[in-house]
């Protein structure tokens, strides 16, 4: 549909932008911290570094926190650490790293910015791993008491929460990432884990409504909408059946608390249903999220399965590359769109496409928490870093979303990948996302010194206007 004039962007937009604790913060042992899976992991491509340091964040974040401020952030996604706040996962509080996130988030109101929290970004402390991990439905009651202890610490200074961060990217590519329970528990189903982290989110959202009845909570999946490869009604079926094991499976239970039905029947025609317990139906329907947050990078195009051995899952794919599933779809690439130098296609009218299915389909507020373009930048001879490409891709996106808007949903806000350079899961801290500049190489810490993008004043200009120029 085309409009003769544009909804402009609500007055409060939430302009702002996004990182993940142990992706940005470093410091992975400092102050009593405990390990996580990731901390943990050896496994990583060759020639990138590891998160101990990131981008040092945790040694910086007074200066990042004055740097968000120049830019202008009305918002701030960021992540806390379980093992920052409980280093066992289940036991006593570090009062340390307590203080550490009061820091953070008193620097954050101080500069007019607002927090949005996500509890749990792949971070699963190493101790909960060792006895099961989500496998483990003890699990649950850990994270429920973890979000009680982040409820009453922060809960007077912090309105806007997110329960698990791509949920459903844990699932299907966790043990490929080592990013679901690290190198453990592979014997248990991902979908009975999966039962478990739904478990844990609706049971974080109830609590977090009786503990401080003014916040807001929701769930923050990776949603890419899938397009049949043709108008064949194969491919349609085909289609529909992925959006409901990739997308819907997720979102369905977040907000109704129920499981949608067509992924229902994958999982018991695959033999992976998990094992609900009596009581899990009222608890799963008690979590009433206020918004939905996701993250979009593209979307997916899938065509019918030729059948079983003639359609194998692409090989060497990552999180935002659909692999295909003998019998069920087919992995097509979409000759319409163009791709990145890693692969991913770009979809900027997809984004509408995924906002209006979303906003159809659950009728609340959205809140995207992470896009951007992930680039190899360079740092001139005189220290400027010219990233036009970075703009051209986040231009192309924002001008969607307000496309959206004027098709009538409700978007709150906008938390563009990345807010500072930070290590990125396949191409370590070479593959650069942010506003900011991190002076850093994969072996070789050099400064750590900040330095800003030509995107950063872009954004910073399009903030402050409210609007696209």
């Not at 999946?221 to 064949?232: D, G, K, L």
């Not at 090989?315 to 590359?321: K, L, T, W």
């Not at 959205?366 to 703009?391: K, M, Q, S, W």
């Not at 072996?443 to 030509?454: E, P, Q, V």
Request: hydrophobic share 40%; net charge negative.
């Amino acid at each position: 549909m085309q409009y003769a004039e544009l909804t402009p962007f609500p007055e409060g937009f939430l302009w702002g932008a996004s990182t993940s604790g142990y992706q940005v913060e470093g410091g992975w042992d400092a102050d009593g911290k405990g390990p996580s899976i990731v901390d943990v992991r050896t496994d990583f491509p060759h020639g990138t570094t590891d998160y101990r340091v990131a981008a040092d964040h945790y040694h910086h974040v007074d200066e990042d926190v004055a740097l968000f401020g120049e830019l202008g952030l009305k918002a701030y996604r960021f992540s806390i650490q379980w093992t920052r706040i409980v280093p066992d996962g289940d036991g006593a509080v570090n009062a340390a790293g307590v203080a550490f996130y009061h820091r953070l988030i008193d620097g954050l109101l101080a500069q007019g910015i607002e927090p949005v929290v996500t509890m749990y970004h792949f971070d699963l402390p190493q101790a909960l791993a060792e006895r099961g991990g989500w496998g483990n439905r003890a699990t649950i009651d850990a994270f429920a008491r973890y979000a009680e202890t982040l409820f009453a610490e922060y809960g007077s200074k912090v309105t806007y929460w997110l329960t698990i961060n791509e949920q459903n990217m844990m699932v299907l590519y966790g043990q490929m990432l080592d990013i679901l329970d690290g190198p453990l528990n592979r014997g248990v189903s991902a979908y009975q884990k999966n039962h478990h982290m739904l478990l844990a989110q609706a049971t974080a959202m109830a609590r977090l409504h009786e503990m401080v009845p003014t916040a807001k909570v929701g769930p923050a999946p990776n949603i890419a909408y899938v397009y049949p490869e043709s108008c064949r009604p194969e491919d349609v079926l085909a289609a529909s059946d992925f959006n409901a094991i990739r997308n819907w499976l997720y979102l369905d239970v977040a907000v109704h608390g129920r499981y949608n039905p067509i992924a229902w029947r994958y999982l018991v025609e695959r033999g992976l249903a998990p094992v609900v317990e009596p009581g899990d139906d009222a608890i799963l329907a008690a979590a009433k999220p206020d918004f939905i947050a996701f993250n979009y990078y593209a979307t997916h195009t899938a065509a019918a399965p030729l059948g079983e051995g003639d359609d194998a899952p692409i090989e060497g794919g990552d999180q935002q590359i659909s692999m295909g599933e003998a019998g069920v779809y087919r992995a097509v690439a979409n000759p319409h769109l163009a791709k990145n130098a890693f692969g991913w296609e770009i979809d900027p009218v997809g984004f509408r496409t995924t906002f209006r299915e979303i906003y159809e389909r659950y009728h609340l507020p959205l809140l995207v928490t992470e896009n951007g373009l992930g680039a190899f930048d360079e740092v001139a001879p005189d220290g400027t870093i010219h990233d036009d490409y970075r703009i051209e891709y986040l231009r192309a996106h924002i001008e969607q979303i307000q496309w959206a808007i004027s098709d009538g949903v409700e978007v709150m806000g906008y938390c563009p990948w990345s807010a500072i350079d930070l290590v990125s899961t396949h191409q370590g801290i070479s593959k650069r996302y942010g506003f900011v500049y991190v002076d850093r190489g994969e072996d070789d810490l050099r400064t750590l010194g900040r330095s800003r993008k030509d995107s950063f004043f872009w954004y910073q200009a399009l903030i402050k206007a409210n609007a696209l120029a």
